[in-house]
């Protein structure tokens, strides 16, 4: 079980980390060299008076989230009777929210690549 779950879980990890990490990379450059402007309110202040802060606040948030999601997979998992409406639901939801993060993600890194572009 541990194998497919670790099998299961960190490619979905890893793609996370790397949507999170493109968004916080193309955040910086867009910021530093081609004068955007951060969308989110509360790191607008962040990214605009120490880039080194902003770096590290999103990276890790960016980890908390992908951690959070390996917690939860393994605790679903933990479940002993698998067939259940709650177990069932659970997965449902679990695997909506993780696609929504994704897509939500990828919008963001594509609105930063077209700002940096254009």
């Known amino acids: 079980m541990y194998c497919a779950l670790k099998s299961e879980v960190f490619p979905s990890f890893f ?3 790397l949507l ?5 990379l193309t955040t910086v450059i867009g910021v530093l060299y081609f004068g955007a402007v951060e969308s989110n309110s ?44 709650v177990f069932k639901y659970s997965s449902r939801l679990m ?17 930063n690549l077209t700002v940096l572009l254009a």
């Open 42 to 85: 509360f790191m607008t202040g962040i990214v605009s008076t120490n880039i080194a802060a902003f770096l590290v606040l999103k990276i890790s948030v960016t980890f908390l989230i992908g951690f959070t999601y390996i917690l939860a997979k393994r605790t679903l998992n933990k479940t002993m009777d698998k067939s259940t409406k």
């Open 15 to 17: 793609i996370l980390t």
């Open 20 to 24: 999170g990490s493109l968004d916080c």
């Open 95 to 111: 695997k909506g929210a993780y696609a929504g993060l994704m897509v939500f993600l990828m919008i963001i890194v594509i609105s």
